[in-house]
């Protein structure tokens, strides 16, 4: 009669969510090896402009959204994006001021947006005063941006990809 003695019956062995759960792992783990990557080029940024031996090279970070999946690079210190964007007249974000302001080095309220602008005369004869006290005062218009974070992600895409690509074969 046959080889079947009675319905013939086939079973399909699914790894679905096997299969999905180990891509998104790997997935994960390609994205902190960017996030990784491209907080060095930060770093890096910085320290080709002469900004980057204090506070903000330290702070930079990343994290990995594995719900996305993303992963954001970024800092916390307030004074990021003067780095980032310029300041003052240099301003590339649409908020360029004119005037001179006065800061003292080492100070947290270094930002354009805490000081009070004057003319080049005013800020010159307040440095002075603040210099004769022992005060290391500085008088500026603003300063260029480097755009640490924009250039560590713009200039590397082929880099990140094939970090992705390396994660996902090994996964």
């Given at each position: 009669?046959?080889?079947?003695?009675?319905?013939?019956?086939?079973?399909?062995?699914?790894?679905?969510?096997?299969?999905?759960?180990?891509?998104?792992?790997?997935?994960?783990?390609a994205?902190?090896?960017?996030?990784?990557?491209?907080?060095?080029?930060?770093?890096?940024?910085?320290?080709?402009?002469?900004?980057?031996?204090?506070?903000?090279?330290?702070s930079?970070?990343?994290?990995?959204?594995?719900?996305?999946?993303?992963?954001?690079?970024?800092?916390?210190v307030?004074?990021?994006?003067?780095?980032?964007?310029?300041t003052?007249?240099?301003?590339?974000?649409?908020?360029?001021?004119?005037?001179?302001?006065?800061?003292?080095?080492?100070?947290?309220?270094?930002?354009?947006?805490?000081?009070?602008?004057?003319?080049?005369?005013?800020?010159?004869?307040?440095?002075?005063?603040?210099?004769?006290?022992?005060i290391?005062?500085?008088?500026?218009?603003?300063?260029?941006?480097?755009?640490?974070?924009?250039?560590?992600?713009?200039?590397?895409?082929?880099?990140?990809?094939?970090?992705?690509?390396?994660?996902?074969?090994?996964?």
């Amino acid at each position: 009669m046959g080889f079947f003695t009675g319905k013939p019956s086939v079973q399909i062995i699914s790894n679905v969510d096997e299969f999905l759960k180990a891509s998104r792992e790997s997935a994960i783990k390609a994205l902190e090896a960017v996030g990784i990557q491209c907080e060095s080029h930060a770093v890096k940024n910085l320290k080709n402009a002469g900004r980057g031996k204090g506070k903000l090279s330290k702070s930079i970070t990343h994290l990995v959204d594995p719900v996305e999946p993303a992963v954001y690079v970024g800092t916390n210190v307030h004074y990021a994006i003067y780095n980032e964007v310029g300041t003052g007249i240099h301003n590339e974000a649409g908020h360029a001021t004119k005037g001179w302001w006065v800061y003292v080095e080492g100070s947290d309220n270094v930002g354009p947006g805490n000081s009070k602008r004057y003319t080049y005369e005013e800020a010159a004869q307040i440095m002075a005063i603040l210099r004769s006290r022992g005060i290391p005062a500085h008088m500026t218009q603003g300063m260029k941006g480097v755009h640490f974070i924009r250039d560590a992600v713009a200039g590397h895409e082929q880099e990140y990809k094939n970090i992705i690509e390396e994660h996902l074969e090994k996964g």
